[in-house]
């Protein structure tokens, strides 16, 4: 069954510093997400992405939040100045079509420990 | 944000009985709702939805329900499985240009063999 790939699994950085979290869709899917669950929280939207553009966006996703499609597979989420708070499993998703009552297919995660 | 809720924690089941995990909302505009699996380590797994004009859909053991005079639905998983033991989440989206899903809390289940 086709996945959703994040990399990496576990990321700890340094507050302050740059982190990249890569994805790679589903290859036919035309609509990519990001989610975030602070330990202990509820999954919170980040943003939503297609035809590289954002469709959508939450309070979360600041001006130190940016997402890019670099090329024709990979899907990322950059945060410039991470903070303590930024601390949470952060999921990518897809979807072929972008309806919601077809589900969106989630990646595992990265989990991202900021110190 | 309190639009969609799951006021249980966590529900234990025997295996073979049946399984009733509970979601509420407040938005009356939501057009579809959506229950995912997530076990340890793993992303979320669509299980099952429904629209709004609906009140019931069926896929194999596990059924949806919605009343939305009462804003809420539940989630029926008959007979329980202990490989559905697992953390649930209802969710609730609109169907716009972002399609962003607002999650409940979580119910963790488990089914005792």
């Known amino acids: 069954e086709p996945e959703v790939t994040q990399t990496p699994s576990h990321q700890v950085t340094q507050m302050g510093q740059e982190v990249i979290l890569r994805c790679v869709p589903i290859s036919n899917h035309l609509y990519f997400y990001w989610y975030r669950q602070i330990l202990g929280q509820k999954v919170e939207f980040l943003v939503s992405f297609y035809n590289n553009e954002i469709s959508e966006k939450s309070e979360i996703f600041d001006d130190q939040f940016s997402v890019e499609r670099p090329d024709g597979s990979n899907f990322t989420l950059k945060i410039r100045s991470t903070k303590l708070e930024d601390s949470a499993m952060y999921f990518c998703a897809s979807s072929e079509t972008g309806a919601p009552g077809g589900g969106y297919t989630f990646g595992s995660g990265t989990r991202l420990t900021v110190v | 944000d309190q639009q969609v809720k799951q006021n249980s924690p966590s529900l234990s089941v025997q295996e073979g009985r049946i399984s009733i995990l509970n979601c509420d909302y407040t938005n009356s505009m939501f057009d579809y709702f959506l229950w995912y699996k997530k076990y340890p380590a793993e992303g979320p797994t669509f299980l099952i939805s429904?629209?709004?004009?609906?009140d019931k859909n069926e896929d194999g053991r596990f059924t949806v329900f919605l009343n939305k005079s009462a804003k809420h639905l539940s989630l029926h998983i008959v007979p329980s499985q202990p490989g559905d033991s697992a953390v649930y989440f209802c969710a609730a989206a609109l169907n716009n240009a972002g399609n962003m899903l607002t999650f409940g809390g979580g119910t963790r289940l488990m089914v005792k063999p």
């Open positions: 429904i629209s709004s004009i609906k």
